[in-house]
């Protein structure tokens, strides 16, 4: 049974249900691997992933992970921001995951901006199947969290109802700027 303490676990278990084998997926914040790794193994080997990081560490971090599984022949790790998402992953895929903030155990100046997220969102949400989903996990917590949060909130606010189901999930006995997940799922 999983502990869903937080977005991260919660994400997982949402992605376990929506990726299948032969799905395309993209992490678009490969950050130290876990959510590649998830994903690589649940697309199988007719599947594919894209994973995206703008640090090599994350890059290294996430290719090792999937060398010492096996599974590294299904990921084309890319070295480039979310924000290029539509230039390297042809449509239709099944799933996009973000992780947004920074890279945990590395430097917590680089984060995640509005602008760009804003950009990769919008370019997910084209590259998606029906019925397909995009997960991020909001870190409203550190430094520039706030605004990035803010800015997520509009931009899901104003998706039209009848494209696109859009939820808000996270626990409500925790602190108030707690991580949560947004779920977006493409309508049919």
Known sequence: MPLLRGPVQLSRLVLEIFVRA???TVDATCGNGHDTLLLA?????SGKVWAFDIQEQALLETHRKLEESGLEQRV????????????YVPAPVDAVIFNLGYLPGSD?????RP???LLAFDQALQLLSPEGILIAA???GHPGGCEEEH???????ELPQEAYHVWRMGQVNTQ???PYLILIQKAV
């Open 176 to 178: 108030l700027n707690a």
């Open 151 to 157: 800015a997520i909130e509009v931009w899901a606010r």
């Open 41 to 45: 193994r649940l697309v199988g080997a």
């Open 115 to 117: 602008e760009t997220t």
């Open 138 to 140: 909001v870190y409203p």
């Open 76 to 87: 084309s790790l890319l070295h480039q921001g979310h924000e290029h998402i539509a230039e």
């Open 22 to 24: 032969g799905s395309r």
């Open 108 to 112: 917590r100046s680089i984060i995640t």
